[in-house]
RNA sequence: GACUCGGUAGCUCAGCUGGAUAGAGCAACGGCCUUCUAAGCCGUCGGUCGGGGGUUCGAAUCCCUUCCGAGUCGCCA
């Protein structure tokens, strides 16, 4: 990892305080020095590339290379070096392994929750994901939002901040006049009793279909969405309804997912508050008619934002705005995270715009969490088509495959179906977390369910394999040999745990569960290279207290860490 | 056409606030279960970092240009 753990930060930053103050202190120079990880490892823990220096202080190499060396014998951490030497401009220190190791595996045993950090005290953040649109199935496009929200506000939350979680259903709009034509006037209400979310979803695309045919359906769907807005009690009726059945729905989903929030608080909420910001709009001469519509116009060559339709009904981003001042007013949020994807980058670029232009502040607290489409033959997957991959068919077979593993691996497994649905789900959404989240991916299936390599179910087998070793073993924390902690394999687990903290940090800094989910693999993957290698439950007591001690810690990441992206921490599989 | 994002090994991706021989996983091939779960471990094979310029002691990383892919661009959300 790039940006290193807890501990070393710390050596790190002292030694460039200390060499520039040194720089300054005797040639009068400022020089920024940089203090970096080498690439290779046989190359030490530290390196400090000289170049700067040479070029600022017009002298030569290896004499710079010398004065800076001296000066690093200096340092508070000395006694943390084993060894400096230098190589083609670098100059490399290799850490004591063994006073490193005690500093860490100390700081580990003094915190109740490794990794937790104060960034977040007294500070909210209002997150608004999953935000299915109403009466559609749930499909794997949905599940992005859903599982980066989610782990998102878990990573905050560990982090100290308190976090307002909105699924912001997507219950309003055009489309709800669109599906109300089709229903009376093509619907089968016992079909659509039966089987809701299906039947409306059938009679959304057929609308299109018809649509093409005869475009005229799109004003009277037009028509029928004004009405709604304005309270029709026919069209409320319905709309209630199927707003209803698709909740229920998604419960289900979210229930598997383990998924909570704070507020349903759809689109349509915001029905009654929007005029409010109409008005403003009015008030600060900000709302112009154009083409019979109403916009605010933006500077940055940005397209005008379009506040009001000719007919006088709303639109998204008017929504958005009301929902943003209520979310402002009611939580007095530090910041509002919308995670929505790519596609709708300028819906957001606007909507901080206008806020901007209405003389608010904290527009700069308005983030865009945009994540890549899920593609289908390269494009995107169209709902108007009927084009669309529903996440339970998913789950489904992710459980399936999860099964098969284990009846062929470990057949005398209890509760297999329980683990099987465990470890499908996790893996899942695993899959969906471990690249970055901008990344387009590709629907593919069996890339979702694979179980092998870099998974879900590998940080799941790790930590089962960890939790198999411990099994009753009570652990002794005060009873350890730090002399032990000095192998290759085992100081490489303690390098990555002390940057656990730091992962999380960044994580929330980029908004990215990705960071986290490959820092868990490195560990896993380390901890695996470890087992390999040495034996835990040897006969000598310290040894074995020592080992397993360690190995706890990377279990207890591993689960925390699991966890924090919304996956399930099982004991055997 | 304009704007945004992307192009790194056969595939999926890390690395991108410039640093040393470009890293993982999958796939392929070869090893390792009478030591704690082999969903694992070890090894081999595999890359002109889309192309071309530039800046620099040093470029996958910064700048320019060009090609390719995706998305978006006033009455959908």
Redesign the pocket.
Known sequence: M??GGKMINIIKNTIKKELELFLFNTYNQEIEI?V?????Q???DI??????A??VLRKPLPQVVETISEQIKNSEYYNYFDKIN???????ITLNKGIFAKSIIKEVQQTKNFGESNLGEGKTIVMDYS?P?IAKPFSVGHLRSTVIGHAIGNILEKLNYEVVRVNHL?????????IIYAYLNHGDKDKVEENPIEELMKLYVDFHERAKEDPSI?DE??KI?KELEQGNPKYVKLWEHFREVSLEEYMKVYEILDVKFNSYNG?AFYNDKMKAVVDELIEKNLLVK????M?VSLSD?L????I????G???????DLAALFYRKNTYDFDEVLYV????????FTQLREVVKTMGYDYYEDIHHI?F??V?QD???MAT?KGKIVRLMDVLQEAKK??LN??N???PT?ENKEE??EK?GVS?IVFNDL?????????F?LS?MV??????G??L???S??I???I?ENVIDKENLDYKLYTSDASFELIKTIDEYPEILI?AKE?Y?P??LA?YL??L???????????????EDLIERNT?LFLISIVRDILDDGMKLLGMQV????
Not at 86 to 92: A, E, L, M, R, T
Not at 170 to 178: C, I, L, N, S, Y
Not at 434 to 442: F, G, H, L, M, P
């Open positions: 790039l940006w940089t970096e990880k080498p690439k290779n046989k190359m030490g390196s400090i590339p000289v170049f700067s040479v070029k230098s190589v083609s401009g670098f100059i490399n935000s649109n997507g219950d309003f709009g055009t489309q709800f006049g669109k799109e769907a037009r969405f689109e154009d083409e019979g519509a916009i060559n397209p005008p934002a379009l009001q339709k000719s007919d009904s709303t639109l998204y981003i008017t929504r929505v994807g790519n596609e709708q980058k300028l819906h945009n890549g489409l593609l390269g494009k995107k108007r495959l999860s593993y284990i062929e691996k470990n497994l683990i099987a470890v893996a471990k690249n970055y989240r901008a990344n387009d991916i590709e593919n890339d694979n179980f092998v390599g870099q998974t179910p590998y799941q087998y790790t089962v394999r939790t198999s070793i099994e960044k980029e990215s990705s960071i490959k693999l490195t896993a993957s380390y901890f695996n290279t470890y087992y390999a290698q040495e034996k835990v439950m040897v080992k099982i004991k055997k599989m």
